[in-house]
């Protein structure tokens, strides 16, 4: 998992190279995730999401996979590329109980190094 | 579409004064929008949730006095900040609700400095 702190993980990859980025959430009972990237001084962009019903779900250039069990989400992107640094978040989706609302992971820090 | 605007984009402003940041949903409207605080480095933190026509509920540790929350149609929410101080300096980002995939749609956030 991810340690909440001043300092976010960083992960340094090789232009061309693939990405995996790691999140542990905490509430058993979610049972929906989004992953969202966050250029500096920007908001949030939706990357791709995933429901509890799936353990894997496919978008272009980037693949999420979730393990319920261990409570893991992770973030694969394919043949990085300079435009992908940024910072990742994972998000939990808190149902419709409350309102809908997201509870962010702390984040990593993704550098392409060309 | 689903697009979120927010005013300023950046504000600077003297300790003690208060600040009003806008939140808009332009093509969409949101009966649902929500407030979030980010420090540099750090995560983004939900402050408050916004619903249209009723009073905002706001998370543990947030003072409803200090960071007001108006929700008056369901295309804009505002959030005040009153009597800034420098620690109140941050990024803040607003996001609304859809109303068909329930997805959060992000603005572009808000840069607010306290000297």
């Known amino acids: 998992g991810e340690s909440v702190g001043l300092h976010l993980p960083t992960l340094s990859v090789q232009e061309g190279d693939n990405s995996i980025i790691n999140c542990a959430y905490s509430n058993s009972a979610s049972d929906y995730f989004i992953w969202y990237k966050q250029e500096s001084g920007k908001g949030p962009q939706f990357i791709i999401d995933?429901?509890?019903?799936?353990d894997k779900r496919q978008g272009q250039r980037v693949t999420v996979l979730l393990n319920k069990t261990v409570k893991h989400l992770s973030l694969q992107i394919a043949a990085t590329q300079p435009g992908d640094s940024a910072v990742y978040f994972c998000a939990e989706n808190m149902g419709m109980d409350s309102s809908y609302k997201l509870i962010f992971g702390s984040g990593t820090r993704l550098l392409v190094r060309p | 579409g689903a697009v979120v605007s927010q005013h300023p984009s950046r504000v600077i402003c003297k300790s003690g004064t208060s600040v009003k940041i806008e939140c808009r949903s332009l093509?969409?409207?949101?009966?649902?929008m929500f407030w979030y605080r980010q420090f540099p480095k750090q995560s983004l933190m939900l402050m408050a949730t916004?619903?249209?026509?009723?009073?905002?509920?706001?998370e543990q540790g947030v003072e409803k006095d200090k960071f007001l929350i108006n929700h008056a149609s369901l295309t804009l929410s505002t959030l005040t900040v009153t009597s800034a101080h420098p620690e109140d300096s941050s990024f803040y980002i607003c996001?609304?609700?859809?109303?068909?995939?329930?997805?959060?749609?992000f603005g572009p956030g808000t840069r607010l400095t306290v000297t």
């Open positions: 996001s609304a609700l859809g109303q068909v995939s329930y997805e959060q749609y």
């Open positions: 093509d969409f409207q949101a009966t649902t």
């Open positions: 916004s619903n249209e026509g009723s009073k905002a509920t706001y």
């Open positions: 995933i429901r509890s019903n799936m």
